[in-house]
């Protein structure tokens, strides 16, 4: 396409690049292979400076190299891999195709009911490949055995990107012995200020996974200790299209979806995203926490 007859090539790069600014980041990239000048203009730091979050945290030292960067290697930076925060708790992103904020929270940051007593859950340390595979924290959090559960993690919402959609995922594993996380089904939900704005119920000991025909299924897993106590409440209960059910990650994890919430522009609130289980009063174990991803959502 590169050529005289190609006009638009011949406007001022700072024209190319107020055009080039209204776009997104995809497109900014697949305008760059159109000519000379459109991939001066796409590379410049007044496209990636529109991109990038106006208010961006601060982070933790030694997270970005020593030798300045342009914006769009900034941009380029934090969307290709997580960023830890100060104290190491909280950890962001951006996404690769709107430049929204996104985090992660770890498990140490959260408020876990009995989280401190070793006798209900226990701090486990990751291996490598985990940790390399994220660029994350290096320690999840077990549940050794409780009789209810509630965890909440907190952001505010000055922290998240403004007039933009967002859901709540908590990534987790089951340990090699679990019980009782499928009944009764847990309950998830998010506030905004202190008003709910999701709830739903969801079911830990079970999973969904796309099918070689790309179909999901649902897959309920056998407590491991139902040979031992045969009258187990496993599979007791159906699971029905309102229940949330985790799906299984690419880095080994499963998520699952916890609630979904609007941040609009000025919005200036606490976000409060829980899980709990407090009513049943059965005994549970075997449940492995990462964190709470907080991400955009279509």
């Not at 491991?224 to 045969?230: A, G, I, L, V």
């Not at 949330?244 to 609130?269: H, I, Q, T």
């Not at 829980?274 to 009513?279: A, D, F, S, V, Y």
Request: aromatic share 8%.
């Amino acid at each position: 396409m590169e050529g005289d007859g190609n006009e638009i090539s011949r406007l001022p790069e700072e024209l190319l690049a107020s055009i080039l600014s209204r776009t997104s980041p995809p497109d900014a990239g697949r305008c760059a292979a159109v000519s000379r000048a459109f991939l001066a203009a796409a590379d410049s730091d007044v496209v990636w400076s529109c991109f990038l979050p106006r208010d961006l945290p601060r982070l933790a030292e030694g997270v970005l190299p020593h030798a300045p960067l342009s914006k769009k290697g900034l941009f380029r930076c934090l969307s290709d891999q997580p960023a830890l925060l100060p104290g190491n708790l909280v950890s962001m992103w951006l996404d690769k195709k709107t430049g929204a904020m996104c985090y992660m929270l770890s498990a140490r940051s959260k408020h876990i009911s009995w989280g401190e007593t070793i006798d209900y859950w226990e701090r486990i340390k990751l291996g490598s490949d985990e940790i390399q595979a994220n660029n994350s924290f290096c320690e999840a959090a077990q549940l050794r055995g409780v009789w209810w559960l509630l965890i909440r993690g907190e952001i505010h919402s000055t922290m998240l990107s403004p007039n933009s959609k967002y859901a709540a995922y908590m990534v987790l594993k089951l340990a090699d012995e679990f019980f009782n996380l499928d009944f009764p089904f847990q309950e998830a939900s998010i506030s905004v200020g202190g008003i709910d704005d999701s709830t739903r119920q969801v079911c830990l000991q079970a999973y969904i996974e796309d099918g070689d025909d790309g179909v999901p299924r649902k897959h309920i897993l056998r407590c491991s200790w139902e040979d031992y106590m045969p009258h187990t409440n496993c599979d007791a209960i159906p699971l029905t299209e309102d229940v949330m059910l985790p799906r299984k990650r690419a880095d080994g994890w499963m998520e699952v979806e916890l609630g979904e919430f609007y941040n609009g522009e000025g919005c200036d609130s606490e976000v409060s995203v829980c899980l709990k289980e407090t009513e049943g009063g059965v005994w549970k174990t075997g449940l492995i926490v990462w964190g709470i991803e907080i991400r955009t959502k279509k």
